[in-house]
């Protein structure tokens, strides 16, 4: 057995998780570069990935799609986007004097009779002789129901669909070239993409770009596939559970980082928002491509070996499309892979809508509008990881049955504080928010931990399959989430109540989880387990 740095099993898998101890060569310590590999190359791929997101109104001005810009006020007064406009900051609406309808407006109401007769009789020109104030509008003005809205929607939905078609491509691609070549790629094609971003001058290519580096977001497959490789059953669940759980947290740094590290520093030093936000970009394509190189010359596969072979995991064949297809047979996988879209979709959902949401409907600062976005993803840091001890915890207690159950508490609270997110409007103070987002946020990352919690019990013979369906599951929530939610409602916070609607209905359908072995949500199995501490050292072995 070679000589490694971190104790090891008769597998050569390193049973302990010294998240300090990443010194020795790579054949001496092959299990914390991979550890440490797979969670910056996953953090860094959601910097890229989300980098476009807090800057999006920005990038919006610069393609000149704002209402304002598209529509001036004094040629087009009665767009709806400006007569149901409200400054939040000085309190003033943009029809002076009110609306002539307040739920469909069709134009200001007019100068009432006494102020006319007071101010306006030998002076028209004066402010309050005008019903539009237009002096309430802000810089970019990209409310729901305009065509702004609409293009960073859109923009956002790509970004994610994407990724399902390439985390679904990683159950096979990763058999045939390992976790260093594949996360090496990814990371490349992010580099590429994100750098391409700060050409982006119309629509058309704003959408385009971000569908493109949406890929990025596949190297969650293979933070979790590589870290299986490398540790043993009894600390595996650790460190997948720590490795997803501090990946996801680039999603939250990613709104800080993007605006408050960059962009408002570059502006501050002179340069126009337009050239800020493109040379904001070039750092974490810089990032990615850096980090390719480090996975690619300094990590290996697997504890001995440099390249990963499918009979590693104990596969007498091939990887072939038809796993697919048999193991969505199974409608519990399909559950399953919805009920991820809950969870893991929301968060992708909330990293696209959050920092717009503030900064359109609560009129926030760039800075402050993506500092409250972050502390969303800042949850990451723990909540994850908590989730996958919440599982622990109740199957330890209960059996099996208590991961159903930690699966469906984290799904049910996920949906009521997302439906109590989206009853806070714009006259409640923004720490009354922040208090429900993170609330919201935790449950939300808590359900990512406990469905991987069940997930390796599903089909052992196809876990690679399996995971890489469940992941893209995810990606399709948030698709779903833009499409049929956040695009075609204009209201700005009825799409967070019909998306709480959304988790809630696929929590409910957790009684669908049975197994004769393992049993179900109310049901005991019919076998009796073998060695009841086996199961639970094997789950905590594969939950994540």
């Not at 519990?332 to 900064?359: K, P, W």
């Not at 109740?394 to 984290?410: D, S």
Request: charged share 15%.
């Amino acid at each position: 057995m070679p000589e490694y740095k971190c104790h090891t099993n008769e597998n050569n898998k390193s049973t302990e998780l010294p998240l300090l101890r990443i010194g020795g060569t790579v054949q001496q310590n092959p299990h914390m570069r991979a550890f440490w590999g797979s969670t910056i190359s996953f953090f860094l791929a959601f910097l890229g990935w989300f980098a476009l997101a807090p800057l999006s109104l920005d990038v919006a001005n610069s393609m000149e799609i704002c209402e304002n810009q598209k529509y001036p006020p004094d040629d087009y007064p009665l767009r709806k986007a400006y007569l149901n406009f409200k400054n939040l900051k000085t309190e003033k609406l943009y029809c002076r004097y009110g609306k002539n309808d307040p739920d469909e407006p069709t134009d200001c109401k007019p100068v009432p009779d006494a102020i006319w007769a007071a101010s306006c009789t030998s002076n028209t020109t004066a402010d309050a002789c005008n019903p539009y104030d237009k002096s309430t509008l802000t810089t970019c003005v990209c409310t729901a129901g305009t065509e702004c809205r609409g293009v960073l929607g859109n923009a956002g939905i790509a970004s994610v669909a994407s990724t399902i078609f390439v985390r679904v491509a990683l159950g096979t691609l990763l058999e045939r070239f390992g976790p260093t070549n594949v996360q090496a790629g990814l990371m490349t094609m992010a580099a590429v993409w994100v750098s391409l971003a700060t050409a982006i001058n119309a629509p058309w290519n704003f959408i385009l770009i971000r569908f493109l580096i949406g890929m990025a977001g596949a190297t969650f497959v293979t933070n979790q596939f590589w870290c299986s490789l490398m540790f043993a059953p009894n600390i595996v669940g650790t460190a997948n559970a720590t490795a997803a759980g501090w990946g996801n947290l680039g999603g939250g740094v990613t709104q800080i980082f993007m605006v408050v590290v960059l962009f408002q520093p570059f502006k501050e030093a002179g340069l126009e928002p337009d050239t800020a936000w493109r040379v904001s970009l070039l750092f974490p394509a810089a990032f990615c491509l850096i980090t390719a190189i480090c996975v690619k010359v300094f990590c290996w596969d697997t504890p001995t070996a440099k390249r990963f072979h499918p009979s590693d995991t104990g596969k007498t064949q091939g990887a072939s499309m038809w796993d697919y297809c048999e193991v969505l047979k199974d409608m519990r996988v399909v559950v399953m892979i919805f009920q991820y879209s809950a969870c893991f979709g929301t968060e992708l959902a909330m990293n696209n809508q959050l920092a717009t949401h503030f900064r359109s409907y609560f009129q926030m600062k760039a800075d402050q509008a993506s500092t409250l976005a972050g502390c969303f993803g800042l949850m990451n840091l723990f909540a994850r990881s908590l989730g996958g001890m919440f599982s622990d915890g109740l199957a330890a207690k209960f059996g099996f049955r208590g991961r159903i159950w930690a699966q469906f508490l984290a799904l049910f609270f996920e949906a009521i504080f997302l439906f109590a997110f989206g009853s806070i409007d714009n006259t409640n103070e923004w720490y009354v928010a922040l208090i429900v987002l993170v609330m919201f946020s935790t449950c939300v990352q808590m359900a990512e931990g406990t469905s991987y919690g069940i997930v390796p019990f599903m089909n052992k013979q196809q876990l690679a399959v399996v995971s890489a369906l469940v992941g893209a599951g995810g990606n399709l929530g948030a698709v779903i989430a833009g499409f049929a939610f956040y695009n075609p409602i204009d209201h700005p916070l009825t799409p967070f109540k019909v998306h709480a609607a959304y988790v809630m209905f696929w929590a409910l359908l957790s009684p669908v989880y049975y197994w004769p072995e393992h049993g179900g949500m109310f049901c005991p199995p019919v076998a009796k387990e073998v060695e009841g501490n086996a199961e639970i050292t094997d789950a905590k072995a594969t939950a994540i």
